[in-house]
């Protein structure tokens, strides 16, 4: 135990003389972390391959049809699917509750919620008297950057509601007398009032000619005239951590710092990884061959100082983090977090170990495989943007885990249950990373010259 | 105290076969310095490396008396190796690597200070503990690198060219180390291509070439049995006599007393002589 302890220490003070490894380790996260929250602070734009939990409590025909057409968008992802791992259509359709459709979220599952509330039929019937289909969403405020893009997507489909309203003739002509009375009575200034009726009266027109197709799109001066008026009203709100009463997430630190962390954890990986390669080549490792140490005490020995270092590099991001005022919301939990990202993560590296020490080049093969495992767990790019086939294989990212397990217990508020996952899963990369190391390191500290 | 048997051991493919060690059989006993003498590539390190356990041998056994195979744990504990490649933490002190070292070998406390301190004393590293590995010379990280292998004091020590690429000053002290070491009673083998050092070092020497062992005996055994006569070489003004002899004192009577002989050089057999004879080559080629 003394010997591997002497190991893990060594190896430490060894990292903190190399200032490669110690910027790897220490600088470059807290830079990542600095940088991305300083950019996601006010992001706009979007991506594609969105994941959207759907709520719908109307359930009458306007919404099914609704429905149907987010359904039918290519960049969308409806949760829940209507067909089942076998591909087959699910009867009738499946459907969530809200508090199902947070738990979706919470888990990072979907990236935002739509609610349809009760009432979104009956209001698909005032659409032409100023009224608006109202719509509920809820996003994760790490994916602040598509909820412009869902707003948009929103409003497009909000159109056909209105579009498929008015190509049903009997029930158009009544809406649209109505209409017109109510607008005359209306409190609307008379600009709006001159476009509403202009409006209905090319709907009209257009019932005369039987030119009406499913698909209406607004018309463009009536649009601008309305002003900020639009079928849609969307109210949108970020997830909330945890219960009511818990603290909402407050900044876009909280989402860098856990990447930031990670990108640290990394490091150390990478470091420990690269010290075994070098250890080999330097003729030291074949001296902890000579000492009474087995191999495998040799491998737990870097394990634990890769461990170590990882609870290092946690504990300065945590106190960058409470710094910049982001607050974790369940200690307890988050402390479990630190400790087993340190061990996955010790458990990723022996493998790393295991697997490229002997090679030639095996610091350049570490590197780049770090730097796949980040990208496809989402360390460089939001998972959002990729293909699904990629989100599904970013479950073998260590990086995925690591970040879920971290925003789990900081602003996620995953419950026991739900974190159990991501912890489960790193413990499993410890268990297999150390079976692989172990198995490994015969060759890597045999096979050398 | 070491017995290696029918040692054995190829690298690479059929189609490249080095045959590194070619049937060696040693016994080093309690107490001696065992020279391993050989050019380059010889299989001196090969040797080493099997009777340290770090490579398996093809063919062949080795044993350490009290303590087996070389992999057990207790051989471990016997056995201090310098590799003849230097394995040493270059970001970390002379202390520091000794320091560590010695935890490995479950040295702690008090008792690894002091050790710590006695080897840097005796390889002459002292001054020069606090400084990291990259800032010393050569010869100041070959004593390092022998220290390293003393760290848990072992009866049995295998030092694989301790003296390569040191200036002379640095040769001398090391060779004085080694001396040293041998007077505490350790058992060493001791592996170089320099025949003065085998000479004033070993006790008993192997000659080694292409994997086999050629002849192997104590200096005057080798030297009496392969290095041929001692040559006196006669100058009488310009022109010189060469006679070969075993018993150069009577010739050297008989030119003396002649009274011709201007200048008389006796060259004794030396190594260099028997690896002449055992392989028709020059050891320095
Ligand atoms: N790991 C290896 N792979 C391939 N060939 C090897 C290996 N180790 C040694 N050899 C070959 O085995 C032969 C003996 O090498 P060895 O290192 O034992 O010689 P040596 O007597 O120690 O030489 P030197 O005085 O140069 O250190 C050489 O031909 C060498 O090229
Ligand atoms: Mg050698």
């Known amino acids: 135990m003394n010997s591997i302890f002497a190991i893990a220490f060594k190896d430490l003070r060894l990292l903190f003389r190399d200032k490669g490894g110690f910027f790897s380790v220490f600088v470059f996260p807290i830079l990542f972390a600095l940088l991305f929250g300083a950019i996601f602070r006010d992001s706009g734009g979007a991506g594609g391959g969105m994941r959207i939990a759907l709520v719908n409590e109307d359930n009458g025909p306007a919404s099914k049809g609704f429905v149907s057409d987010l359904r039918g968008d290519s960049v969308l992802k409806i949760l829940p699917s209507l067909k089942d791992t076998d591909g087959k259509v699910i009867a009738p359709e499946p459907a969530l509750t809200r508090t199902e459709a947070e738990t979706l979220l919470r888990k990072g599952t979907a990236s935002a919620i739509v609610v349809i509330p009760k009432g979104f039929e009956a209001a698909a019937e005032t659409i032409f008297t100023g009224g608006s289909l109202q719509l509920e969403t809820v996003v994760d405020p790490s994916r602040k950057a598509e909820a412009g893009m869902l707003e948009g997507k929103l409003n497009q489909y909000g159109f056909r509601v209105l579009g498929s309203t008015l190509s049903d003739t009997t029930r158009t002509k009544k809406l649209v007398t109505d209409a017109k009375s109510r607008i005359a009575q209306s409190d609307l200034n008379p600009v709006q009032k001159l476009a509403f009726s202009s409006l209905l009266s090319s709907v009209e027109s257009l019932q005369a000619s039987g030119a009406t197709q499913g698909t209406a799109t607004s018309d463009d001066t009536a649009s601008n005239v309305l002003g900020n008026w639009s079928p849609i009203k969307v109210t949108s709100r970020e997830l909330a951590a945890g219960g009511d009463d818990k603290k909402r997430p407050t900044s876009s630190w909280e989402v860098s710092m856990p990447q930031g962390v990670v990108w640290g954890l990394m490091g150390c990986v990478l470091a420990f990884t690269v010290s075994i390669a070098e250890e080999r080549s330097a003729g030291t490792l074949r001296r902890l061959r000579l000492s009474p140490m087995t191999r495998v005490q040799v491998l737990l020995g870097k394990g634990l100082g890769c461990a170590i270092a990882c609870v290092l590099v946690q504990a300065m991001l945590t106190g960058a983090m409470l710094l910049l005022g982001v607050q974790v919301g369940n200690w307890p939990m988050y402390l479990v977090a630190v400790s087993l990202n340190a061990v996955g993560f010790a458990g990723v590296m022996m493998a790393m170990a295991g697997l490229i020490a002997s090679r030639e080049g095996a610091a350049g093969i570490a590197r780049g495989i770090a730097l796949v495992l980040a990208m496809i767990g989402g360390g460089t790019i939001p998972l959002f943007f990729m293909p699904s086939w990629m989100q599904t294989l970013s479950n073998v990212s260590p990086f995925k885990w690591g970040v879920l397990a971290f925003e789990g217990t900081i602003w996620r508020g995953m419950s026991m249950q739900e974190l159990m996952l991501p912890f489960a899963v790193l413990i499993g990369f410890a268990i297999v990373g150390f079976a692989i190391g172990a198995l490994g390191i015969r060759r890597v500290m045999d096979g050398e010259k | ?285």
């Open chain 2, 1 to 285: 105290m070491l017995t290696l048997t029918n040692l054995r051991k190829h690298f690479g493919p059929a189609s490249r076969r080095v045959v590194a060690v070619d049937g060696v059989s040693l016994t080093v006993r309690k107490g001696e310095v065992f020279g391993l003498l050989g050019p380059n590539g010889a299989g001196k390190s090969t040797t080493i490396g099997m009777a340290t356990g770090l490579i398996s041998p093809d063919e062949g056994t080795v044993n350490i008396e009290g303590a087996g195979a070389p992999t057990t744990s207790t051989a471990r504990l016997h056995l201090g190796v310098a590799p003849q490649e230097l394995a040493l933490y270059e970001q970390l002190t002379g202390e520091e690597n000794l320091r560590f070292f010695g935890k490995l070998y479950e040295l702690s406390g008090d008792a690894l200070s002091k050790r710590v301190d006695t080897v840097l004393e005796l390889v002459g590293l002292s001054p020069r503990r606090q400084d990291r590995v990259v800032t010393y010379s050569g010869g100041m990280k070959r004593r390092l690198n022998l220290a390293v292998a003393l760290i848990h004091d072992p009866p049995l020590l295998l030092l694989d060219e301790p003296t390569a690429g040191v200036d002379p000053h640095s040769r001398n002290n090391l060779i004085d180390v080694v001396r040293k070491l041998a007077s505490e009673g350790r058992t060493i083998i001791y592996t170089t291509h320099y025949m003065e050092e085998a000479s004033k070092l070993c006790d008993r020497i192997a000659i080694m070439d292409k994997g086999k062992v050629l002849a192997q005996g104590t200096l005057s055994e080798l030297t009496a049995a392969h290095g041929g006569h001692t040559v006196v070489t006669v100058s009488h003004g310009d022109s010189q006599e060469r006679i070969e002899t075993a018993d150069p004192l009577k010739e050297i009577a008989r030119v003396m007393a002649a009274g011709t002989a201007t200048n008389v050089r006796i060259d004794a057999p030396d190594l260099e002589s028997v690896f002449l004879a055992l392989t028709g080559r020059s050891m320095r080629d």
